[in-house]
């Protein structure tokens, strides 16, 4: 009886620790998706401070947000959630500041990521991703409704 009681609670810890290691790594192990930004202006090596998109405004922008909408969708829904409204999992992206301050910080996280205590929270996409890919998704999640 003594050891079937223990057998059972080494099992019953085992599975707890593969539930654990599967939640962790949950995201981990996912290659982000290409994103075609033909039509949209090109931007160049140097990164802008601000979303060049939303200042051209009218086709540029609206194409931007479509393709935007399809690069959130592929690349940071899992962490950020469909639609760009939070799971609770990542930031709420549709609550960054509006403007070049939200713009800066924004791209300062997608391009170099973000960690804590050595381990990534948020990888970074700089080599990844293309700039104009980078402003395209802050136009779709920028002009998502905020939360009430």
């Known amino acids: 009886m003594k050891i079937r009681l223990i057998a059972a609670s080494a099992?019953?810890?085992?599975?707890?620790?593969?539930?654990l290691v599967n939640q962790v790594f949950?995201?981990?192990?996912?290659?982000?998706?290409?994103?075609?930004?033909?039509?949209?202006?090109?931007?160049?090596?140097?990164f802008l401070p601000e979303n060049p998109y939303r200042l051209a405004g009218g086709e540029q922008y609206a194409l931007a947000q479509e393709i935007g909408s399809s690069a959130y969708n592929s690349n940071c829904a899992r962490c950020h959630g469909l639609e760009a409204i939070s799971g609770g999992i990542a930031p709420d992206v549709r609550?960054?500041?509006?403007?070049?301050?939200?713009d800066?910080?924004?791209m300062e996280?997608?391009?170099?990521?973000?960690?804590?205590?050595g381990a990534y929270k948020m990888p970074p996409f700089q080599e990844l991703l293309s700039q104009e890919a980078m402003w395209a998704i802050r136009s779709y999640t920028e002009t998502r409704p905020r939360p009430e």
């Open 109 to 117: 996280r997608v391009r170099k990521g973000y960690s804590q205590n």
């Open 95 to 102: 609550l960054l500041e509006d403007g070049e301050f939200g």
């Open 104 to 106: 800066e910080w924004f």
């Open 26 to 46: 949950s995201h981990g192990d996912v290659s982000p998706q290409a994103v075609d930004t033909e039509g949209l202006e090109p931007l160049g090596d140097e």
């Open 11 to 19: 099992v019953a810890v085992f599975a707890f620790q593969l539930t």
